[in-house]
């Protein structure tokens, strides 16, 4: 083997141990400084330290930013963090001949639970924007925010009796690429999937009133997030979900219906009129966040979540 090629392989392998090793922000002890920084820095509206920006988590540049940066905030948390890799046909084998199939990553972690358990809750959001230029401030970098917070509360916690895993999906924006692929990887495992929470775009709340939003097949989980949300005095619009002949298009949820699981979904009031008109532009930024409706409705979910796993 000539000198040239041996250098040639020993940076090639320097250079793949480095890729996705990303330089943090140290993020503030209070939730709701810490919520605004993660979705500062997840619009680009805050560098990191590096002085990179993600601008947009449109292209597959910048969702890999994003892929990036995610897993490193989950590691920060002491967890190990994965790609689930996937690789989705385009609707015709013959378009497969001139265009890339669909690729992406999902990202992951387990928080175990504290004894014995097979059961995993799991708790959902999507990193990518829906076009070029949008920031996704409200779609969905408060959705991300919303999951990491209630996990960082759930890893200072002594007891739970069933795995939390923590998924944050990819191209969601295209027809659900990324959660329906993760959600028959899903199927296929020996898992015992007590439910699945999905959380996109919740920072909009323009008549003040706090209320949320959920959608679910699912009258148990329906029914807890009432109780939780009458306790706290929070107003709660409930779409009921019939499974038969649904059809998958909108959100992440929608992937994990058909299949099967217990599936939730919830947010700012996007189908009750009261969302944020800015999706899928420019104009999604972070200062059309209402951190303090994200915090109460991080608030609600924490205690949902508690309530199912403690």
Request: hydrophobic letters at 40%; one cysteine or more; glycine letters at 8%.
């Amino acid at each position: 083997m000539g000198l040239p090629v041996l250098i040639w392989l020993i940076l090639s392998a320097c250079n793949s141990q480095n890729q996705g090793i990303v330089s943090l922000n140290e993020l503030p002890q209070n939730r709701a400084d810490y919520q605004s920084v993660m979705v500062a820095e997840l619009s680009g509206h805050q560098t990191l330290p590096d002085g990179s920006k993600m601008v947009s988590r449109w292209s597959a540049y910048g969702r890999a930013q994003a892929k990036d940066y995610l897993k490193a905030r989950l590691e920060e948390l002491g967890l190990t963090a994965r790609e689930h890799n996937y690789k989705a046909p385009n609707l015709s084998p013959a378009i497969d001949l001139i265009l890339n199939p669909f690729k992406g990553s999902n990202v992951y972690a387990v928080l175990p639970a504290t004894e014995e358990s097979n059961e995993y809750v799991v708790l959902g959001a999507h990193y990518d924007t829906g076009k070029r230029g949008a920031p996704g401030a409200i779609d969905n970098a408060t959705g991300i925010a919303l999951i990491y917070s209630v996990l960082k509360e759930l890893t200072q916690t002594d007891q739970r009796a069933r795995n939390v895993m923590v998924v944050f999906f990819d191209q969601e924006e295209e027809e659900l690429i990324g959660s329906q692929a993760f959600a028959g990887w899903l199927a296929d495992t020996d898992w015992e999937v007590h439910s699945v929470h999905c959380f996109d775009m919740v920072g909009w709340d323009s008549n003040g009133d706090w209320a949320m939003e959920t959608f679910s097949p699912n009258e148990q989980l329906s029914e807890l997030y009432r109780q939780v949300a009458q306790k706290r005095g929070v107003p709660l619009f409930q779409k009921a979900i019939n499974p038969v002949g649904f059809e998958v298009g909108a959100t992440d949820f929608d992937a994990f219906v058909l299949p099967g699981f217990s599936v939730i979904g919830a947010g700012e009031c996007y189908y009750h009129g009261d969302s944020s008109p800015y999706k899928d532009t420019p104009k999604d930024t972070y200062e059309t966040v209402n951190f303090d409706y994200l915090l109460s409705c991080t608030q609600l979910v924490e205690e949902v979540i508690k309530s199912i796993v403690i």
